[in-house]
């Protein structure tokens, strides 16, 4: 599996982003879908995760109600819509993929994409 991740930019305090992770290769429906942030000197953080569409979404703590992931298994694309933007927010956004069950923990993701940038400016 292939990722290509886009939508990163610098937007204001409580402004909103939509990221983008398009996948090729295998059969994207089948796999669990993530999205990583890291932020200058964190480490690697999770943020949200998907499995099939009708099953529930899981979020980290600190983007519960701002930020929501959905896939379209059509076009073999997971999104993170980012709204009411805080600086700490600001990192390094990255998509994954795995098999199986849902997963909050980076090293169960096989797959990754390049990352995108996300600013948040105060």
């Known amino acids: 599996v292939q990722l290509q991740a886009s939508g990163g930019g610098l937007v204001q305090t409580g402004g909103s982003l939509r990221l983008s992770c398009a996948a090729s290769?295998?059969?994207?429906?089948?796999?669990?879908m993530g999205w990583f942030r890291q932020a200058p000197g964190k480490e690697r953080e999770f943020v949200a995760a998907?499995?099939?569409?009708?099953?529930?979404?899981y979020y980290a703590d600190s983007v519960k109600g701002r930020f929501t992931i959905s896939r379209d298994n059509a076009k073999n694309t997971v999104y993170l819509q980012m709204n009411s933007l805080k600086p700490d927010d600001t990192a390094v956004y990255y998509c994954?993929?795995?098999?199986?069950?849902?997963?909050?923990?980076?090293?169960?993701?096989?797959?990754w994409g390049q990352g995108t940038l996300v600013t948040v400016s105060s």
């Open positions: 290769g295998r059969t994207f429906s089948i796999y669990v």
């Open positions: 998907k499995a099939w569409s009708t099953y529930p979404a």
């Open positions: 994954a993929a795995k098999p199986g069950p849902p997963s909050t923990t980076e090293y169960d993701y096989a797959y």
